[in-house]
């Protein structure tokens, strides 16, 4: 099955400063969903990327797929402490051919932002 | 809509009781999902649900068990609670499979002591 390793683990960074967290697959990426966490509440989408080199923006965060690389980055500009949260990436597993949309996570990027 | 909903928010339990975690969608939605997260382990999916009557197991099946009677409806049950079962469970739900996205419930945070 496909993994996803995300690094780093956990990052602490300053108000205002930009940062980015990878996820890497085992397997060909063909698409790539990222979510935000909140402690103690569920996953909010951000955005999903669906062919290699497609960036995609929300506000200041912009994710982009590298499937040459089997990676996606997340980047964040001027960070806040609205940002700070768990940031998972996540991709769909196939199942004998057939998809019933079985999204796999890594383990998760954990963000700290100080003022 | 309420979206995803999940009761209870947190439950301690002793081991060997058992106990239904709760999930509804008033959204209509076909597939339906059960994950537990685990410190540093991202999430683990456990049964998912491609319809009322539909079910099967993800991942990370074992000790748990799952009905889809209505559409609405995926309860989660623990039978014999074990240390191991210790987590926080996420219900989710989508519109058709390969959605865009899932649609996640609050989670219950479970402890098994």
């Known amino acids: 099955s496909q993994e996803l390793e995300q690094s780093p683990q956990s990052l602490i960074v300053q108000e205002g400063k930009n940062l980015t967290i990878n996820c890497t697959s085992s397997?060909?990426?063909?698409?790539l969903y990222w979510y935000k966490q909140k402690y103690g509440e569920g996953l909010i989408f951000l955005m999903m990327?669906?062919?290699?080199?497609e960036e995609k923006s929300h506000e200041k965060i912009t994710a982009k797929l590298d499937e040459k690389k089997q990676q996606s980055s997340l980047h964040i500009t001027a960070s806040q402490p609205s940002h700070a949260g768990i940031y998972l990436c996540?991709?769909?597993?196939?199942?004998?051919?057939?998809?019933?949309?079985?999204?796999?996570f890594g383990q998760g990027t954990i963000l700290t932002v100080h003022t | 809509n309420a979206g995803v909903t999940q009761t209870p928010k947190f439950r301690i339990l002793k081991i060997g009781q058992s106990m239904t975690l709760q999930c509804a969608q008033d959204?209509?939605?076909?597939?339906m999902y059960w994950y537990r997260q685990d410190p540093g382990m991202g999430l683990k999916l456990i049964y998912y649900?491609?319809?009322?009557?539909?079910?099967d197991k993800g991942e990370v099946p074992n000790g748990y068990n799952v009905s889809r009677s209505t559409t609405e409806d995926f309860p989660l049950r623990l039978e014999l609670a074990a240390p191991s079962q210790t987590s926080v469970y996420f219900c989710?739900?989508?519109?058709?499979?390969?959605?865009?996205?899932?649609?996640f419930g609050p989670g219950t945070r479970l402890t098994v002591t």
């Open positions: 989710a739900s989508s519109p058709q499979r390969l959605s865009y996205e899932q649609y």
């Open positions: 397997k060909t990426l063909y698409g």
């Open positions: 990327l669906q062919k290699g080199g």
């Open positions: 996540g991709v769909y597993q196939n199942a004998g051919g057939t998809s019933y949309g079985k999204l796999t």
């Open positions: 959204m209509n939605h076909n597939y």
């Open positions: 649900s491609v319809g009322a009557g539909i079910t």
